[in-house]
Each structure stands twice: as C-alpha cells, then as structure tokens.
C-alpha cells in the first residue's frame, strides 16, 4: 500500500503546490494590474502562467522525484525527461517575458512621443530584437542545454561547440542570400529608411509596410492583398517612401482640357471645393497649366494633405469633383476628339 501511497502523495503534492504558486504569482500580477492601470506590464506578464507552471511543475518533479522511491530502471531517462521539459519551459517563459517587455515599452514610448515616425521606428527594431533573441540567444541555448543533459549526448554537444567556427564558416558559405537577408533586415531596423507602418510604393504598387522579419518583408496594398520579398532585394531597389521626413504629402491630379477652358474660373472653384475638405490639412493648394499641345492643355491640381490616407482620398475627390463641375458649367471645356471628314485630293489637271 506504501508503494501506491507514497508516490500518488509525493507527486500530487507537488503538483498542487506549483499550481497554487502559479496561481499566486497570477492573482499578485492581476491585483497589481488593477491598482495601477496606467503601467501595463504587470497585465502583459500575466501572459507567462502557463509556461511558468510547466517549468515549476517540471523542476519542482525532478527534485522531488527519489522521494517516491519507485526504482525503476528508467529513473534517470525519466528524470532527463523532465529536465528536458524545464529547459523548455524555461525557454518559453524567456520569450513570453520578452514579449511583454517590448509591447509594454513601445506602449509607453508612444504615449510620450509626438512624432510617429519613433515609434513606427522603435516598433520596427523591437520586433526584429525579439525575432534574434527566439532564434538565435533562446532556442540554441535551449538545443544545447537538452544536447547537454543527456550522457550519450554531451559528447556530441560539446563537440558541436568547439567545432562552432568550422560550422559557422560553412554555414556562411551555403547560405551566403539567408545571412544577406538577415544583415539586410537588421540594416532596415537600426537605420531609418524604412519603417513598419511606413506607406511606400514598391514594384508599382502602393501599401503600408505590414512586417519586417529578418529576411523578409510583407507590404499591405491597397486592396488588401501582400506583396513579400526578401528583406536584401527589397533594400536593393529603389522604392518611395511616403512617410519619410513626416507624414504629410502634396497630391497631384493632372486634367486633359481643351484650349478654350476658364482656368481662373476652374482656379477660383478648386480653391472653394478644397476649404470645404476635411482631408485639406489648410496648408497649401494651386491649379497651374503645366503643358500645352496641338489639341489641348494639361492642367495640374496641387493639395496638401496630413497623411497618405488623405491625400489619397482628396486627389480622388478633387478629379472627380473638378471633371463633374466642367461637364455641368463648361462642356466645352473637356476634351473633344475631331471628327470633321477629311478633305479630299484635287483633281489631276487635264
């Protein structure tokens, strides 16, 4: 009956008390939450529950394991196994605090700053940070660790540690575009070119930079669909970004009239359309005949705008609206294809 008691009490017993510290540690980070909402963190850290029972459960098992006393001959693979799983946890736990750490301070950052340019950039480098530290700093230290852990196994894991730079030159040669990807993506984070949220046209298309890893880009377009490169040929190309230098733009719309059209009268209209907008940030406007040629003009529109978004949107309203008020005022103002019959050739004289 000892035999059955004894590692049901030892076991339970441990189960419950890693339970009970995982839900204390919950309910003092939900309590601090609610006496202080403006500091986000200890909300965000209420994230790592779940991997922090698994690692106290995990240790705590290992420890507490020999006084079951159930000598079995799998005693130590199991114990192995368990400290496997802390190792795991463990690295879970690291990535989930790290996420926290980094949503918390980005949340702070754009509450102080103004410009919006920081905090798409703080955003950008944050992200690629916690990308590195899960890839390269956690997951290879916990592959190590597990390689480490067992006895058959070190062997084989110091020897992948002291042959670290033959791997790491080969490596770099067999994989000379991932690492040109990654050098670019970390150019992209701690310079200034180009930012998460940045709206920029790539390829022909225009989108809002969606996610930056480190070798690759994902542009949102505009009707929703995700153009992603890799990060090197993305930095290679010329590419324009609306949202360099601030966000504020100047929109164009280019008109083919003909000769005979009132351009004060299509001046002074503009003017009055544009201060009924919205999305007219009030700084500055004009209409200017910018060409001429045999069978018309073309006229230009300039506004200004706050953002992409608007300027998008004003450049559309003000083609629209302009085209509309010439076809109602002055039709013969729109351009007009010739249609008068050819003339035809003298007669030979005889």
Not at 2 to 7: I, K, T
Not at 46 to 54: C, E, G, K, W
Not at 283 to 309: C, F, H, K, Y
Request: hydrophobic content about 45%.
């Amino acid at each position: 009956m000892e035999n059955v008691l004894r590692p049901l009490i030892v076991f339970g017993g441990t189960i419950a008390v890693t339970i009970a510290v995982g839900l204390l540690i919950d309910r003092l980070l939900s309590y601090s939450a609610d006496k202080h909402p403006k500091n986000r963190l200890p909300g965000l850290l209420r994230r790592i529950q779940l991997p922090l029972q698994l690692l106290l459960g995990c240790v705590a098992l290992h420890y507490t394991y020999p006084m079951a006393e159930l000598d079995l001959r799998q005693d130590a693979v199991i114990r192995n196994i368990l400290a496997t799983m802390a190792t795991m946890a463990a690295a879970w736990l690291v990535i989930r605090v790290a996420d926290a750490v980094a949503e918390n301070t980005l949340t702070k950052y754009a509450g102080r700053a103004r410009d919006i340019a920081r905090v798409r950039q703080l955003n950008t480098q944050l992200t690629l940070i916690r990308r590195i530290v899960t890839t390269v700093l956690v997951i290879t230290t916990a592959a190590v660790a597990i390689l480490l852990l067992f006895p058959d196994m070190r062997t084989l894991g110091t020897s992948l540690l002291a042959s670290a730079g033959v791997i790491g030159i080969i490596a770099g040669v067999a994989a000379q575009s991932t690492l040109g990807n990654v050098l670019a993506g970390l150019q992209i984070a701690f310079g200034d070119s180009v930012k998460i949220g940045d709206t920029v046209v790539v390829e022909g298309e225009m989108g809002t930079v969606e996610e930056i890893t480190l070798t690759f880009l994902t542009v949102r377009i505009w009707d929703d669909r995700r153009l992603t490169m890799p990060v090197s040929y993305f930095n290679s190309k010329p590419y324009e970004n609306w949202s360099k230098g601030g966000p504020q733009l100047t929109g164009t719309v280019y008109l083919y009239l003909d000769h005979s059209t009132p351009i004060s009268e299509l001046r002074e209209y503009l003017g009055q359309f544009l201060r009924g907008r919205k999305d007219w940030d009030g700084r500055s406007w004009n209409l200017l005949v910018t060409d001429s040629t045999p069978t018309g003009i073309e006229v230009r529109a300039s506004m200004t705008a706050a953002n992409s978004d608007d300027v998008w949107t004003l450049r559309c309203a003000v083609r629209e609206e302009l085209l509309g008020w010439l076809g109602r005022e002055h039709p013969y103002a729109l351009p007009k294809i010739p249609t008068a019959p050819a003339m035809e050739a003298p007669l030979p004289v005889r």
